[in-house]
């Protein structure tokens, strides 16, 4: 079965502090992509990154950064240096040739940053 | 701009009283879905298409119907809607199907609904 699991259902941090999202899933293709979205207050849901099964290195993008690892298969996002607009759902997304017509999502973290 | 095109962004609405919700993409995408949010189940698959007048179930399709008469539609029909269908949802798009390397779904601004 494809399956995504984000333990944390919320997480609260103060402004400048660095936080780690967790990101757990199982597959059993070979072959698969893994996605990070963020959903502000707003509500619209805003593409991150994907990563396909193949490419295991770590990206960093600004302030964000992912860490991917199919030893323990996870695909962890952290931010560092938080701030304010940083609060957001977050959600972890699989997709694969098992089941290619979907993503299948985590249930979310909740990140609230405080100034 | 590229983009997906949900209407309307909010709906309140009673129990029986049939309603469409639209969706409308400019990008040329042969895959579309629909999903919706609940609280502490995520996002959930109702119905996709892979082209025009192929569509199939995801893994909630009851009390919902979609339609795919043309490539840049994809629109979600409730005949009878009921209480647990109030929901955000979410129309999708993308090249290709995702487990096929798609680079990304592009999701419209989302619609919440209703059903009293």
């Known amino acids: 079965a494809q399956k995504v699991t984000q333990a944390q259902t919320e997480i609260s941090v103060v402004e400048k502090e660095d936080v780690t999202l967790d990101c757990v899933y199982e597959?059993?293709?070979?072959?698969?992509?893994l996605f990070w979205y963020k959903q502000p207050p707003s509500g619209e849901l805003v593409f991150l990154i994907r990563r396909n099964s193949f490419d295991e290195q770590n990206e960093i993008s600004g302030r964000y950064s992912w860490n991917f690892q199919k030893s323990t298969s996870s695909f962890n996002f952290t931010i560092t240096a938080s701030q304010v607009v940083d609060s957001a759902v977050y959600f972890c997304?699989?997709?694969?040739?098992?089941?290619?017509?979907?993503?299948?999502f985590g249930t979310g973290t909740r990140l609230q940053v405080f100034p | 701009e590229a983009q997906v095109t949900q209407n309307p962004r909010y709906l309140i609405t009673v129990t029986g009283k049939k309603l469409t919700v639209t969706c409308s993409q400019n990008m040329n995408h042969e895959y579309m879905s629909w999903y919706r949010q609940d609280p502490g189940l995520g996002l959930r698959q109702i119905y996709y298409s892979m082209n025009v007048e192929v569509t199939d179930k995801g893994d909630v399709p009851e009390g919902y119907k979609v339609s795919r008469k043309e490539k840049r539609n994809f629109p979600l029909i409730l005949e009878s809607p009921s209480p647990n269908q109030t929901s955000l949802y979410f129309c999708?798009?993308?090249?290709?199907?995702?487990?096929?390397?798609?680079?990304?779904?592009?999701f419209g601004s989302g619609t919440q609904l209703s059903v009293l």
């Open positions: 597959t059993r293709d070979t072959t698969y992509y």
């Open positions: 999708a798009s993308s090249l290709t199907p995702p487990g096929q390397g798609a680079e990304k779904l592009f």
């Open positions: 997304a699989l997709s694969g040739t098992y089941n290619t017509d979907k993503l299948i």
